[in-house]
Structures are given as C-alpha cells and as structure tokens.
C-alpha cells in the first residue's frame, strides 16, 4: 500500500510540474478515443433507435406494397390480410406519389393516408402537434427536419395547400429521404418524405392524376419469420406486390451511416497516430530530465521496478482518464450522429463492452508507445550516468553535413537540426502526411456532384431548391468535425515539436550565435528544420488521401494544391514564434546553463 | 594609450543580475582598453564578474550601463543582428567546455564560423585544415568531438576561434577542464598568436595562464583591484612558467 501510495504522490507531483503536457495527453487521447468510440458504437446504435421506434410505434412486421392499380389488388391484399400467420392489420391504404413545397423548397414525397384514429398495427407518435384531422397534413420528423417545417406552417401537395398539424414519426417506412420504399409503378425510387393526409384527402389528391400505391401494414405472429412469410407469398398474387420487412428497415437506416463510419474509424487512427506522435515529442524532449529524475529516485533506494511504474504509471493513468473522458463525449455524441435524419427516437444505449475495450486498448497503446522508450532508458541507466546525462549526443552525417555547406545559413542550420533527430523528422512528416490526408479527403468530399434523394428529375423551376442531403451534409459535417481535430492537433504536434527541437538544440544554436548566426538565422533554422520533414510528408499526405476517398467523379486539383501550400506556409508560420522565442534566451546563460 | 589603436575598450561598464532586492552587479563601474596585439588575462576568484566582463567584451551579453568599443566601433548600442556580424568578423570566442558541435568532426567545427560568414565550402575547408594543422591536429581532422581527448577538444576550439581571423579572441577558462600537459599545449598556442599579433582576453584563475600574459588585471566583486603589467611573458618562453613540464 505504501509503495502504491509513493507512485501516486510522485506521478501527481510530475503531473502538477507539466500541466501543458499533462492537458496535451488528454486531449489527444480524449479526441482519439471519442472518435473511436464513436465509429464503433453505430452499427449497433441505429440498430437499437429502429428497434425503440418500432416497439414505440407499433411498427408493422411486414408492409405489403402493390404498385399496380386494377381489381386484382383488394383481393390479393385481403387474403394477405387474413393469412394464417398474421395476427392483426393496418389498411390497405392508398400511397400517393407527390410534391411538397414549403418555405421556398421542394420535395418528393408520398402521402399517407391515414385513419384518423390509428389501429393496433403502426400507431405513429406524433411528438410535435396532434393528429391528423381533414384538411391537415402531418410531416414525418426526419422530413421536416430537413424541409425547416414546423407545426402551424403551410405546405403545398402538388398543389393544394396544407397547414402542418402535427410531426410524427414512424417505423413503417424507412428513413427520410427513403420513405417511399418503391417508386410508382413498382420501380426504383427517388426518395422522398413521407407527408400523413386523412383518407379522403390523399383520395382527393390521388384523383389529380397522380401515381399511387396501395398498402397493408402486417404484424405477424412471429415477428422474426418475416422472410418465410414473405417467400410464401411472393409469387402467388396476379398482380404485383411488393414485401418489406422490419429487418429490411433496421438494416436500410443503417445505410444512412455506411460512410460514417469509416470516416470516424479511419478518423479515429489518424487521430492515435497524432496522439502519439505529439505525445511520444512531448516525452522525448523530457527524456533527459526524467532520466535524471531516475537517476535521483535510485539514489534514493526506488527500484527498477518502482521507476517504471512511477513514469509509465504518469501515462498511463492520464490516457485512462482521456479514455473514459472520450467515452463520456462519444456517449453524449452519439445520439445526434447516429440519428442524422430525426427520423427514430430512444436512446443509443452508450457504448458496448468491447467499444469499451477497444478504445482502453487505444489509450494503453498511446501511453505505451509513448513511454516506453524513455522509461526503459531511465530504468536502464546508472545511476551515476543518469545523474549526470546530457542531452541526446546526434550521431555524424558527413555527406549531410557537407551538403548543408554548400547552402545558406538559415538552410544549413535547419538541415542539421533535422539530421539531429530523424526519428522526429519522421514524426513529423507523417504528422503533416496526416493532415493532408484529411484535408485532401474533406475537398475531394466537397467537390464530388450529388444527386440527392427526393430531387424532381427535371429540376424545381424557378425559385424553388431541393431538401437537403442529408446523408451528405451529415458525412460532410462529420469529415469536417474530424479534420478540424485532426488539423488541432497537428499544430499542437507542430509547435511542441519545434519547442521541443529548440530545447534540446539550444546549446549548439548558442554556440553558433558565439560563431556570428544573428537570432534570425536561428529562428529561420528552426522553422527550416520543421519545414524540410513537412515537405515530403505533403507530397505523400495528398495521394493517400486521394487512395482513401476511393473512386471520385470530381478532382480538385487546384485546391488540393492550395491546401498543400497552406499548410507549409502554416508550418512556417507556426514555428516561427516558438523558434523566434527559443532563439531570444540568452546566449550566455544558455552556455554556462550547458557548462554546469 | 592611443584609443585609436585599441582593439577593446570599455567605460563604465556596468552589468547588474536579477531585480530589486536579489539584484547583484557582477561588473561595476569598469574601464579598460585592450590594445591591439595584447594578451591581457583577467584573475579573480569564482563569481567576480570575469564571465561577465567577457561576455560584455563579446557582446553575448548587453551591459547595464556604459560603453564597450571594438575596433573603433561602439557595440552595446547594436542591434542583435548587428552584433552577430560583428562577432562573425571580429571576436573569437574560446569556452572552457569546449563547446563543440558533438554531431560535427573536428574539421567541420572550424569550417562552421567560416560558413556562417559566407565563405565557400572549398575556402572553408582550406582554412580549418590550416588551422588544424597550426594546432596540431592535422590527422584529427575527421574525428568526432567524442573520440578526442579534452586537450585536443580544446585545440578544435581554438582553431575554430580563428577560423575568420578575429580581431580579438576572447577565452573564458580556456584551461579549467584540462589536465597539465594539455594546459601546456593550449598555452603554447596561445603564446604563438599572441607573438603573431593576435589580441588576446583570456579569464582565468589559473596562475600559470596569466603568466602567459604581457598584462594582467585582478578582479573582485564586479571591480579592477589591480592592473599589472608583466615582463616576463614578453620573453614568450613558457618552459619557465611554473608548473606545467610534466
């Protein structure tokens, strides 16, 4: 207990000594291990919003859609009806294809119509308004989400306006933009929202000449034979009829997330590696000082043992708290990145055993990487040596070194500075490969033409525009949210691995100040020295972003290029204050700090 | 003295350390000048200002008050940039670390200065393998600092110090860190510039070093207590000075 008790009080004593550094840990690791927890947790989680939707609602187990208008489908539906598997019916009801304005924009949609007093079979839950009455229109949640509607508004269908009485949702039909399920006549759907009219008012609207499909919502007496029922019936109607089942919906809201979730996964990798990268900086400028702090603690009496737990204990605890940390966030999160259309209600659940074993194993991993080196050197040290260690003797690179010769000061100093630690200089360029990476991928995102669902073939006409993709804009937003992150914390990476290249160089860049660099060239060296690894890592981040957008109709060439240049103009730009800083301590403090 | 003629001079210089109540002046009130092609040692004992003074002199550090004087040039009133030209062209410093580039072979040490002054790499080269070999490390010109011994480092250091023909070289315990025979060895070649003509600052609590010397100041608490001029040095033997033959 003793012994536990002096590994905590010397690994908070350290924390409180680098709070900068301590912040930066978690919030990379927090940043990380959201992400993950995030991309993990959605396969599930819109499982699970259907699932609450669909017991909230008394969603039908199968629908029955017959797109063909004539005698044979009352009793093709009604023997569906009357099936000995299916215990009770909602319908059969007309859907009727139409358009939707409101506000300025339009919409494909189809009409429900409905009873004004809902059965035992699909019960919407209106959660804005009431009911639908005669002459009033209720919009489906994820469809007036996205339209801007509220209750009390006025929609026009295909002509005849409507005041919005209620929003209600649904686990009947798929999610907005895929509530028609199939087009008219039987044929491939453009999407569209789903709009609830009373029976006689989507009647009098099917009389205007307009496609309609007739429906029957079915609730089975087992709701997981869906497919045998479906399989059994399929083929023995005369006129067409087309099954959905509930497990077709669960899996279809689903697709809404296919490209999410990689963009989070994939995210979240890029995020670890920048974790690590800065984290691992941060731990290597300290490696000298946490050498001699073992140094001191076995002079003292600590053991190996007791050293590598007081430094990787520092770690590791700080990931564990980024952890739960980024799980907390992911848990707030999910609701609203699961969900993206509004469409379904519940709760996610928060995350699972293993997403909570994945992003712990994360958090280990970025502590581990980013510790181990320098622990294992202080716990392998003598104890004399680590007393008294210096800095990190850089190895000799003739031909480097006689190259740099040949080149202006600012570009020799930097070219030497970066041969001093090309561990780092590779950090460095895959910190910016990293950055180029999502930012090549968020353009090529951008520039890609989209069809988006519920769009008129032939365009709105003049003054109206289409909903909006909501797929699309949620992918975007979610591209952009990460590549924000992603981009935060490369800067962070930036400076720390300038600072950190500045500290540990500042005894030979005092030296060379002795030698006649003015505290220009100095700083210019610096930035050199951050800017040569960032170069080959932008060359390389941009194809690998392009590799992981996959097939793109659309190549932003030219701005892809500008995001190029604008990063190693940023690099430039970020390292100059902490080389300028570095290069303004006094040279000889510096010197007799080094000589001491 | 003529001033024109002096290589440093300085008047009442002051240099002041930390604020209000923990502040100490490590240089108070000082004037000198530093003819050209003079040796001048300064002695004291550790925490009198003779770091300081140099660090003034070299313009590594900016004085509190009064002026320091290069070549005719007053300097404490430079610019950072102004003074890092300066120092290029006309100081060459020598630390008692050494402060060799660890990364860089002896060789590429003393091509650095020359470098850094805009030289060609060929004419830097030509000049740090003359140098070496004026030091006598014309075969250790490819080792690291690592594989040299601390009297020979110290040669590196000194060579590197030349390497723009320096209006004045200013050494700062250029013999702590050295055992006899590499303190003889440093000061053969420091006995060699000054017969050449070079003008020499050399801080030091070494008896034997300031014997060297044609004039020696003593320093303590920030002040000149004494200004001597010494004969002996002008004979230019060392085997006389005391202490260093084995």
């Not at chain 1, 009806?81 to 294809?97: F, K, M, T």
């Not at chain 1, 399989?231 to 023995?236: E, G, V």
């Not at chain 2, 601390?150 to 040669?155: A, E, F, S, W, Y």
Request: some cysteine; hydrophobic content about 50%; proline content about 5%.
């Amino acid at each position: 207990m003793g012994r536990i008790a002096l590994v905590l009080r010397l690994v908070l004593a350290d924390v409180r000594r680098h709070r900068a550094q301590a912040a930066m840990l978690l919030l990379a690791v927090t940043a990380a291990t959201a992400t993950m927890a995030l991309g993990l947790s959605l396969g599930g989680a819109t499982q699970r919003l259907y699932e609450q939707t669909r017991a909230a609602t008394a969603g039908p187990d199968v629908v029955a859609l017959a797109p063909d208008p004539g005698p044979a489908v009352a009793p093709a539906l009604a023997s569906l009806a009357h099936a000995p598997e299916v215990v009770a019916h909602n319908g059969p009801y007309r859907i009727v294809y139409a358009t939707l304005t409101a506000h300025g924009s339009a919409s494909l949609v189809v009409v429900h119509g409905a009873a004004e007093t809902p059965g035992t079979v699909d019960r919407p839950l209106v959660t804005s308004g009431h009911w639908v009455r005669a002459g009033g229109a209720v919009l489906e949640r994820g469809f007036a989400t996205a339209l801007g509607a509220r209750v009390g508004d006025r929609v026009t269908i295909s002509g005849r306006s409507f005041p919005v009485v209620g929003i209600a949702v649904t686990a009947a039909t798929s999610i907005f933009p895929w509530a028609p399920q199939i087009g008219p006549g039987g044929g491939p759907s453009d999407g569209g929202g789903l709009v609830w009219l009373t029976r006689s008012d989507a009647q009098a609207l099917a009389s205007r000449d307009l496609p309609v499909t007739v429906a029957l919502d079915l609730k089975l007496r087992d709701p997981d034979a869906t497919q045998a029922f479906i399989d059994a019936h399929r083929h023995i109607f005369t006129t067409k009829v087309n099954f959905s089942s509930w497990q077709f919906k669960a899996d279809q809201d689903a697709v809404m997330l296919r490209t999410t979730q990689p963009v989070l996964v994939v995210g979240s990798w890029l995020l670890s590696f920048l974790s690590i990268t800065g984290v691992a900086a941060l731990a290597a400028g300290r490696a000298t000082e946490q050498t001699r702090r073992a140094g001191l603690l076995k002079a003292v009496g600590a053991t190996p043992g007791l050293i590598a737990a007081v430094l990787l204990t520092e770690y590791l605890a700080l990931a564990l708290l980024a952890d739960a940390l980024g799980l907390v966030l992911a848990r707030l999160a999910e609701p609203a990145i699961a969900s993206p259309t509004a469409s379904r209600i519940g709760g996610v659940g928060g995350p699972t055993g293993t997403v909570i074993v994945a992003t712990a194993a994360l958090a280990v991993v970025v502590a581990a990487l980013s510790a181990l080196r320098p622990t294992l050197r202080a716990v392998r040290t003598a104890t004399v040596t680590a007393l008294t260690v210096t800095a990190h003797r850089p190895r000799h690179r003739p031909r480097l070194t006689a190259l740099s010769a040949l080149l202006p000061t600012p570009l020799l100093l930097g070219l030497r500075l970066t041969a001093r630690r090309p561990g780092r200089a590779v950090l460095h360029a895959c910190s910016t490969a990293v950055t180029l990476i999502a930012i090549t991928a968020l353009l090529i995102y951008d520039a890609q033409p989209r069809w988006g669902p519920a769009q008129h073939r032939e365009g709105w006409g003049p003054g109206l525009s289409g909903v909006p993709d909501l797929q699309a804009d949620h992918d975007g937003r979610l591209l952009l949210a990460v590549s924000i992150a992603l981009i935060a914390l490369a800067t962070v990476n930036t400076v720390t691995l300038t600072w950190t290249t500045a500290m540990e160089a500042r005894a030979n860049m005092a030296v060379a100040r002795t030698l006649g660099a003015t505290p220009g060239q100095i700083s210019a060296g610096l930035s050199v020295a951050q800017l040569l690894p960032a170069l080959p890592g932008a060359v390389a981040g941009v194809p690998l972003g392009i590799l992981l957008c996959g097939e793109t109709t659309t190549f932003p060439f030219s701005w892809i290029a500008a995001a190029a240049l604008v990063i190693l103009l940023a690099t430039t730009a970020l390292t100059a204050l902490p080389a300028r800083l570095a290069a303004r301590r006094s040279v000889a403090q510096t010197l007799s700090a080094e000589a001491t | 003295m003529n001033v024109a003629n002096a290589a440093v001079r300085v008047h009442g210089l002051v240099k002041n350390h930390g604020r209000g109540q923990g502040r100490v002046r490590a240089v108070d009130e000082v004037d000198l000048e530093v003819p050209e092609g003079q040796t001048l040692a300064v002695m004291g004992p550790s925490g009198c200002g003779k770091s300081t003074l140099l660090h003034l002199l070299g313009g590594l550090e900016r004085p509190s008050a009064g002026e320091v004087w290069l070549a005719g040039r007053r300097v404490d009133t430079l610019s950072e940039r102004a003074l890092a030209r300066l120092r290029r062209r006309s100081v060459g410093f020598v630390f008692q670390a050494f402060h060799l580039m660890e990364e860089l072979s002896a060789a590429e040490n003393v091509e650095l200065p020359a470098l850094l002054a805009g030289r060609s790499r060929r004419e830097a080269k030509r000049r740090a393998n003359l140098l070496l070999d004026r030091v006598g490390l014309a075969d250790r010109g490819r080792h690291l600092p690592s594989q040299l011994s601390g009297g020979q480092r110290q040669r590196v250091a000194i060579a590197r110090a030349l390497a723009n023909e320096p209006l004045v070289v200013l050494a700062d315990e250029p013999t702590g860190n050295l055992d006899s025979a590499a303190t003889r060895d440093v000061l053969r070649i420091f006995e060699e510039l000054r017969s050449a003509g070079q003008t020499l600052v050399i801080v030091t609590h070494d008896e034997r070093v300031a014997a060297t010397a044609d004039r020696l100041i003593s320093m303590r608490d920030g002040m000149f207590v004494d200004d001597t001029r010494l004969a002996g040095s002008a004979t230019g033997w060392l085997g006389g000075l005391i202490g260093l033959e084995g």
